[in-house]
């Protein structure tokens, strides 16, 4: 089982990235998918989930009105929208499943991270 996440780069302060996590192996159909980032020198932290059956979203505070959470059924695949993005969203962007469909839950598997760096 892999999760492929990819979509990272350089942007400037006020741009947008769409990120994409692909899983081969197996299917997201039960399951809870989650971002999360890590900063530099900072504790990872939750970004956004989403319920796989059904489409329940959950977005961080930080990033609600400016990031967004969504899958394409055809493609197992799920894609994080950043826009209006800051200097300080600059981190590794992780994806994740939790297979029991709990967004708050382990997450049993990792994708390998796609760095995103915002200039100010």
């Known amino acids: 089982v892999q999760l492929q996440a990819c979509g990272g780069g350089l942007v400037q302060a006020g741009g947008s990235l769409r990120l994409s996590c692909a899983a081969s192996g197996r299917s997201f159909s039960n399951d809870a998918v989650g971002w999360f980032r890590q900063a530099p020198g900072k504790e990872r932290e939750f970004v956004a989930a989403?319920?796989?059956?059904?489409?329940?979203?959950y977005h961080a505070d930080s990033v609600k009105g400016r990031f967004t959470i969504s899958r394409d059924n055809a493609k197992n695949t799920v894609y994080l929208q950043m826009s209006s993005l800051r200097p300080e969203d600059t981190a590794v962007y992780y994806c994740?499943?939790?297979?029991?469909?709990?967004?708050?839950?382990?997450?049993?598997?990792w994708g390998q991270g796609t760095l995103v760096t915002v200039s100010s």
């Open positions: 989403i319920i796989w059956s059904g489409g329940s979203t």
């Open positions: 994740a499943a939790d297979s029991r469909g709990d967004v708050d839950g382990e997450y049993d598997y």
